[in-house]
């Protein structure tokens, strides 16, 4: 069966597409977390220091009950880990889902499930509910809802954009992590001290109303709209050039023909768990972004309460100071993405950081207070390095290995890989958070010492995978100079 050729558009069309599916999927997934960062905003006003309030004699007056008691912190945890635990076991799943159902109606309709449950729970103030429980379900829905976004929206970027700067193109991209915890701290910061449940409600509209314009306008694939996919891996890309086709760009139409005809028939059928597990790297870079997310996650859910606490802030200022750390984030997945593709070592590129934020880690806890100013800088620099790890590895990695040479071009691996590297990093976004609830009571510095502890791990499973690529620097290196 003769398949017909793709047909050949212009560049400055086929670069408005992809500027666009850019652009509208870091919007789709910055609400996500705009909607995420509320509970973190508003755990210092559920639970107050009420001795410093007018009325101190009064408990209820100045705080939320259930979460008025002393043991306010195990509450917390109980909240954050609803969410986490069931985004965890949920994620190994979306990924199988996504890669079967049309990316447009999962993202758009996870997106509207995500804001109904976020107002749901912001609702509970209005309602004036104090059980335990309500808080809780929502939560495990809300979970369960928000796993619909990140297999969608990796797997729509790696469908437009081939891997010659992909770690660039990604790292700027997946500033919607830290635009969004920005922007849901600010948005919740305006309500957080009058009417707690509408930083719950206003984030949870923006969501549900993103989902929409999502629905109208994203475009799963390049031929769907007649653009022609992109190079994915190294044997293919030289292949192309020898033939004279630029990378990342149409291709011939005798080019992508033969390639057409070679992969249409592994395109019917999704891989499997069991083999995207198999491909090199998943397991090495899972596992370390497991403790990467321990670190990442815990700052995202009590970091606002570290500070309230340690530098005595009211629970806007808490949270309006800890949008530096998110600032930092942007800045260090930039980073991260444009050193791995210049250098050719993803995994060299994540360790690098990750030593460095070890000691960053340890002089925040004890100077990071001494000043505005010394806060402000350590907060930035800590962002930097714990979140330019993170960002490489769920982005730039997850596509690299999703359309790794040793698929042989199979399309239907992208959504269950991005599941597989993100879900065994939830486990650590689930542990991190929930031991930072326990620890805590006992000091904060006990919670540093985990956090530096998880960050040296994550360093340490990706070192074969550094040897290797160093390995292959001096082969190269030795192959030019004979």
């Known amino acids: ?15 408005s597409y992809r500027g ?7 919007l789709c997934y910055m609400t996500y977390h705009i909607s995420r960062k509320c509970i973190s905003i508003v755990k210092s006003q559920l639970h107050l220091n009420c001795s410093a309030t007018e009325r101190s004699n009064d408990t209820s007056s100045c705080s939320w009950a259930p979460f008025d008691q002393d043991n306010y912190k195990q509450l917390f945890s109980a909240l954050d880990n609803a969410f986490l635990v069931t985004y965890t076991i949920a994620m190994f ?8 159902l049309s990316l447009r109606y999962y993202l758009s309709g996870g997106m509207l499930l995500s804001g109904f449950f976020t107002a749901l729970f912001g609702l509970g103030y209005f309602w ?20 619909s976004g990140w297999p969608a929206v990796v797997t729509c970027i790696g469908n437009w954009f081939g891997k010659g700067k ?19 701290s600010l948005i919740a910061g305006v309500w957080v001290t009058s009417a707690w449940g509408l930083s719950f409600i206003v984030p949870g509209a923006i ?11 994203l475009v799963e694939r390049p031929e769907d709209v007649g653009c022609s996919p992109p190079l994915h891996h190294t044997a293919a890309k030289e292949k192309d050039a020898e033939a004279g086709t630029p990378d990342d760009g149409p291709l011939s139409t005798s080019s992508r023909t033969s390639l057409d005809r070679s992969d249409s028939a592994e395109e019917l059928e999704a891989i499997s768990f069991l083999r995207a597990l198999r491909i090199p790297g998943v397991v090495e870079f899972s596992l370390s972004l497991l403790f990467a997310k321990v670190v990442n996650y815990t700052f995202l859910y009590w970091l606002p309460l570290y500070i309230a606490n340690v530098a005595l802030f009211d ?8 949008t530096l750390f998110d600032v930092g984030g942007i800045f260090g997945g930039i980073i991260a993405g444009l050193v791995s593709d210049y250098a050719g070592g993803r995994a060299v590129t994540c360790c690098v950081m990750l030593i460095f934020a070890a000691p960053m880690l340890f002089l925040y806890n004890y100077i990071g207070h001494d000043n505005i100013g010394t806060s402000i800088a350590m907060l930035f620099v800590c962002g930097g390095l714990v979140n330019g790890p993170y960002t490489l590895i769920t982005t730039a990695v997850s596509a690299d290995l999703g359309t790794h040479e040793s698929l042989k071009g199979n399309a239907k691996a992208l ?32 919670v540093f010492y985990m956090l530096i502890t998880a960050d040296i791990l994550a360093c340490l499973l990706l070192s074969r995978l550094m040897v290797k690529e160093i390995r292959g620097w001096r082969g190269c290196v030795a192959r030019k100079t004979g």
Do not use: K
């Open 315 to 322: 629970a806007q200022q808490a949270g309006d100071l800890s």
């Open 128 to 147: 004036d509910i104090h059980t335990l429980w309500y808080f809780i379900v929502v939560q495990i829905f809300s979970g369960l809802a928000q796993t």
């Open 166 to 184: 992909r770690g660039l193109i990604m790292g700027i991209w997946n500033s919607h992590t830290s635009v969004g915890n920005i922007l849901g």
């Open 415 to 446: 959504s269950t890989v991005a599941a597989i590297i993100d879900g065994t990093g939830s486990i650590g976004a689930t542990l991190g958070p929930l031991m930072a609830g326990l620890i805590s009571p006992t000091g904060w510095n006990n």
């Open 93 to 100: 799943f979306s990924g199988i889902f996504s890669e079967r």
């Open 1 to 15: 069966l003769r398949l017909a050729p793709f047909p050949v558009l212009p560049m400055p069309l086929v670069r």
């Open 207 to 217: 969501m549900a109303a993103m989902g929409v314009v999502c629905f109208l306008f």
């Open 20 to 26: 666009l599916m850019l652009l509208l999927t870091f």
